[in-house]
């Protein structure tokens, strides 16, 4: 049986108290959920991880930064070394979000050099991809995709590729004023996602996960983790109270017969 992953990124919300708060409620809320079926991890801020990486049992919820420097130290003010987040007890680290491509400007080239500096560092590296409303109209959503794999993972070998996660996260989809993409439109681009991940990785290219986000809610949360290519839904604003994650996860897992 497939494992289902489902995670959030908490983005820049919540302090160090709200955070730990908010853990520690959805670990004991989905405690009875079976790890060897799901993997849950959560994004917090910079700031959080530290006392989040103590308070929680990283085998209930894995805990991921949401940026990470390609380099262990220097002249690079503002940014977190790998080396900051192994002391912080982080397992996994976020790279190319939107946000970051978009709103800082981060290049395929930057990502790649960081997708390499986080498998050297021991992590699990959560690649982020996705096309924006232009690329759609021009229907190069499946290009871009495959661009963006071709280049964040560069240099990756069938090893390192066993600690790859992508989020396919279609820019158009994302936060307030994202429309969410339909289960099928989402499940193509998946089927896209995966046969570029086989091509790179002929042996270990189809374990890679591949998990949706983009306006993910108790809606539409059913129809998409039943999509045969989606492994998992990654969440922003419909998971940040635990309660809501929890009872979204529940019912997305009973859609998917588990
Ligand atoms: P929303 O679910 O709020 O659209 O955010 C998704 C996201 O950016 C997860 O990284």
């Known amino acids: 049986m497939k494992k289902l992953y489902f995670g959030s990124n908490l983005k820049m919300y919540k302090t160090i108290k709200e955070t730990t708060d908010y853990l520690t409620s959805l670990a004991d809320l989905t405690g009875d959920i079976s790890r060897e079926e799901m993997e849950l991890f959560i994004i917090p801020s910079y700031t959080s991880l530290e006392r989040a990486c103590a308070f929680v049992d990283q085998h209930l919820i894995r805990l991921g930064a949401q940026n990470m420097c390609w380099e262990e130290q220097g002249q690079f003010t503002g940014e977190i070394s790998p080396l ?8 996994l680290v976020m790279i190319g979000h939107s946000e970051r491509r978009h709103v800082f400007r981060e290049t395929d080239e930057e990502e790649n050099k960081k997708v390499n500096c986080a498998l050297e560092h021991g992590f699990t590296a959560l690649l982020c991809i996705g096309e924006t409303a232009e690329d759609k109209k021009y229907a190069a959503g499946p290009e871009v995709l495959r661009m963006q794999l ?10 390192g590729a066993d600690r790859i996660w992508v989020a396919y996260e279609p820019v158009w989809s994302i936060g307030v004023n994202g429309t969410p993409a339909t289960a099928d439109y989402a499940e ?39 999509q045969p290519s989606i492994d998992g839904l990654f969440v922003g604003r419909a998971a940040w109270q635990a309660d809501k994650f929890n009872e979204l996860i529940r019912s997305a897992k009973k859609a998917a017969g588990r």
């Open 84 to 91: 900051m987040l192994q002391e912080a007890g982080v397992k």
């Open 150 to 159: 071709k280049k964040g993972l560069f240099g990756i070998d069938a090893a």
């Open 188 to 226: 193509r681009m998946h089927q896209e996602i995966k046969r570029c991940l086989r091509e790179l990785f002929p042996e270990t290219g189809e374990q890679i996960p591949v998990l949706y986000g983009g306006s993910v809610n108790p809606g539409n949360a059913k129809e998409l983790i039943v």
